[in-house]
């Protein structure tokens, strides 16, 4: 079971639609300053003018020290952003307990085998739905609509290519500590630790809480063509947290899920493997039926496992 203690007025169930306005502010505009912070300091620390910085961010890749200026930029205004929103939303405006000694104490090292097991399954199980998502054809009285989607997922797309399109193993480790590490993190605290069970407590149902806290985990990425395989995998570590009622499963989850993504890219554009992350054009529905059997086993005998001890281990805790 989640955990987030708070007895503040504007935590309670009454006041959902507040307690989320408040949020949404908050998150965002630390994002867009710590966004600002990176964007000053950029100049300082990459030796880079303000010129390129502004062809930057128009999509100018060829900037000198580009890749590891975006990818700073990235970790502070987003990984970093999202946990620094999450610790002002638990400590200054729910004061609310996420109870951590608990939470360690639930926590298996153990365990992560099964979580990386079932993280893996479920990323074999999303590559059918990414294909699934990439076929999506609006009707043609939205063809205005789809035509901005597409020109949004490939801008972004290009922006990917170019995060991820590592030249030495300096760049590597960055792209690992901003995307698998500072976003799994970040990611997890704001989505899994706050949104997640206010979610749970505004709706009554521990299932619609996950599901949407994935949906707007989702949305919030902005990317139309992979918004069903986002929902999927933020409702997986939605259920990793439920089950076992730590967010230090979720979180090296998260960090498991983005990391070994960075890896393949790497490694397929040094030609040692064969992985390309635009194509949506086939899929192998033997491997993602196999993931599908091996999340859906996993996540049951890991749902079981955790629950024969929780009884004991809050006992003993609040003792």
Same mark, same amino acid.
């Given at each position: 079971?989640?955990?987030?203690?708070?007895?503040?007025?504007?935590?309670?169930?009454?006041?959902?639609? !507040?307690?989320?306005?408040?949020?949404?502010?908050?998150?965002?505009?630390?994002?867009?300053?710590?966004?600002?912070?990176?964007? *000053?300091?950029?100049?300082? !620390?990459?030796?880079?003018?303000?010129?390129?910085?502004?062809?930057?961010?128009?999509?100018?890749?060829?900037?000198?020290? *580009?890749?590891?200026?975006?990818?700073?930029?990235?970790?502070?205004?987003?990984?970093?952003?999202?946990?620094?929103?999450?610790?002002?939303?638990?400590?200054?405006?729910?004061?609310?307990?996420?109870?951590?000694?608990?939470?360690?104490?639930?926590?298996?090292?153990?365990?992560?085998?099964?979580?990386?097991?079932?993280?893996?399954?479920?990323?074999?199980?999303?590559?059918?739905?990414?294909?699934?998502?990439?076929?999506?054809? !609006?009707?043609?009285?939205?063809?205005?609509?789809?035509?901005?989607?597409?020109?949004?997922?490939?801008?972004?797309?290009?922006?990917?290519?170019?995060?991820?399109?590592?030249?030495?193993?300096?760049?590597?480790?960055?792209?690992?500590?901003?995307?698998?590490?500072?976003?799994?993190?970040?990611?997890?605290?704001?989505?899994?630790?706050?949104?997640?069970?206010?979610?749970?407590?505004?709706?009554?149902?521990?299932?619609?809480?996950?599901?949407?806290?994935?949906?707007?985990?989702?949305?919030?990425?902005?990317?139309?063509?992979?918004?069903?395989?986002?929902?999927?995998?933020?409702?997986?570590?939605?259920?990793?947290?439920?089950?076992?009622?730590?967010?230090?499963?979720?979180? !090296?989850?998260?960090?498991?899920?983005?990391?070994?993504?960075?890896?393949?890219?790497?490694?397929?554009?040094?030609?040692?493997?064969?992985?390309?992350?635009?194509?949506?054009?086939?899929?192998?529905?033997?491997?993602?039926?196999?993931?599908?059997?091996?999340?859906?086993?996993?996540?049951?005998?890991?749902?079981?496992?955790?629950?024969?001890?929780?009884?004991?281990?809050?006992?003993?805790?609040?003792?």
């Amino acid at each position: 079971m989640e955990i987030y203690e708070t007895h503040k007025e504007i935590a309670k169930r009454k006041n959902w639609l !507040l307690s989320l306005v408040v949020i949404v502010l908050v998150a965002f505009g630390i994002l867009i300053l710590l966004q600002g912070l990176a964007l *000053g300091l950029v100049p300082v !620390l990459f030796n880079l003018s303000m010129e390129d910085i502004l062809g930057l961010m128009s999509g100018d890749f060829s900037v000198p020290n *580009g890749r590891m200026a975006m990818l700073f930029i990235q970790g502070l205004g987003s990984g970093i952003g999202f946990w620094v929103a999450a610790w002002v939303v638990i400590h200054w405006i729910d004061k609310a307990n996420l109870h951590w000694g608990l939470q360690l104490s639930r926590f298996k090292a153990d365990r992560m085998g099964l979580v990386l097991i079932i993280t893996f399954g479920g990323m074999l199980f999303n590559a059918l739905l990414v294909y699934w998502n990439a076929q999506l054809s !609006l009707p043609e009285s939205m063809a205005g609509l789809e035509n901005w989607m597409k020109e949004m997922e490939a801008q972004l797309m290009e922006l990917t290519k170019f995060l991820t399109d590592f030249q030495s193993v300096p760049e590597l480790l960055m792209g690992i500590l901003v995307i698998g590490i500072f976003a799994g993190v970040g990611e997890e605290m704001f989505f899994r630790g706050v949104i997640q069970p206010k979610m749970h407590l505004y709706t009554g149902s521990a299932h619609w809480g996950i599901w949407m806290t994935a949906i707007i985990f989702s949305a919030i990425h902005m990317q139309f063509y992979g918004f069903l395989p986002r929902v999927f995998l933020g409702a997986l570590f939605g259920y990793l947290y439920l089950y076992s009622g730590s967010l230090l499963y979720p979180i !090296l989850a998260h960090i498991f899920n983005n990391s070994f993504t960075v890896l393949l890219v790497y490694f397929s554009n040094k030609g040692m493997v064969e992985f390309d992350i635009e194509s949506t054009d086939t899929v192998s529905y033997p491997a993602a039926i196999l993931g599908f059997l091996v999340l859906m086993g996993g996540i049951y005998y890991f749902k079981k496992k955790n629950s024969n001890e929780h009884a004991e281990l809050d006992q003993g805790f609040r003792e």
